[in-house]
């Protein structure tokens, strides 16, 4: 394993052997979204880890390899080759997937914001990281009322490469909670979000290009319009049944708020009908959140 610091994020990549790709056919790309929920390391940050009330909810060392063993198995069951993850706080909790995962989804990267106890987004994948980009630092946002704020996590864009060779780049994001909302806020990621993954999807014709995360609003809602109705994104999830869209539960009610969205491109297209959302229970490997799965086909360049 060795660690390459990119553009001040944690990049993770272990060396197993790497198939030549098929540049003779389509490929097909399956991108997943999970909010893996509260993933804490054994540090207590915030000085305030004390059930079950505080925040921050510090694991014991056999606490955190079993939560990151379960992390893991439920990654692997999404037969995914992307997955945009929220809710990992550190390295040490991106790591402890790593190497569970090595096998199939050897590569990661975290987009740590350096907050206290901070629950970042991540992104594994099976091939090779080609180019890492936050854009939380050089895209500032201004709310409707005027006043300016950040995005709450790192909008987090990576480059990878499907099996033709095809190149494949997934942002991953995870809007501002309804937990003392901000509105405002979330609209501004929105619309922001909307014009930078626009930009890569008319800069790169011959990529995918797919917007995943964990975004905490509801279609019709302001935020998500901005990024479909206004923004020309397309929430791949929509072909399936209203009922069968749900990626939450609050008091017992389905809320569709984990999305992936295919900027479109010449060269990929969804598979219609292939979304799936994941759940066991009231959640997915252990999480509060299901996750969802899309597949894609991209063109071989």
């Known amino acids: 394993m060795r660690y390459l610091p990119l ?24 991108v997943a ?25 510090v694991l014991t060392p056999a606490g955190f390899e079993a939560r990151a063993a379960e992390i893991a198995d439920a990654i692997l069951l999404l037969g995914a080759d992307v997955v945009a993850l ?31 106890a901070s629950v970042d987004v991540a992104v594994f994948s099976r091939t090779p990281l080609d180019q890492v980009i936050g854009h939380r630092a050089t895209q500032p946002l201004t709310r409707p009322d005027g006043t300016a704020t950040t995005f709450s996590r790192e909008l987090l864009e990576v480059h990878v490469r499907a099996a033709n060779g095809a190149k494949v780049v997934v942002f991953a994001a995870h809007f501002r909670s309804k ?7 979330r609209l501004a990621e929105a619309q922001v979000s909307s014009v930078v993954v626009n930009a890569r999807a008319a800069a790169e014709p011959d990529a995918l290009v797919v917007l995943g995360g964990d975004l905490n609003d509801t279609p019709g809602s302001p935020p998500i319009d901005a990024l479909t109705a206004d923004g020309g994104l397309v929430r791949v999830a929509d072909d399936l049944p209203l009922a069968s869209q749900a990626t939450y539960r609050y008091f ?19 598979v219609p009908r ?28």
């Open 7 to 30: 553009l001040g994020l944690a990049l993770v990549a272990c060396d197993p052997p790497e198939p030549a790709p098929d540049a003779s056919t389509d490929a097909r790309v399956r």
């Open 33 to 57: 979204t999970f909010n893996v929920h509260r993933f804490f390391d054994t540090v207590c940050e915030s000085q305030s880890c004390e059930p079950p009330d505080d925040y921050e909810a």
């Open 86 to 116: 929220q809710e990992v706080e550190t390295q040490a909790c991106l790591d402890a997937l790593v190497l569970r995962l090595a096998d199939v989804m050897p590569y990661a990267v975290l987009g740590e914001i350096h907050t206290t």
């Open 179 to 185: 937990s003392t909302d901000d509105p405002g806020r």
């Open 252 to 270: 017992g009610n389905g809320q569709i708020i984990d999305h992936l969205m295919l900027a479109p491109t010449p060269a990929a297209t969804r």
């Open 274 to 301: 292939s979304s799936r959302v994941w759940k066991d229970g009231s959640g997915w490997g252990g999480s509060d959140h299901f996750a969802l799965t899309s597949d894609f086909l991209i063109a071989a360049p």
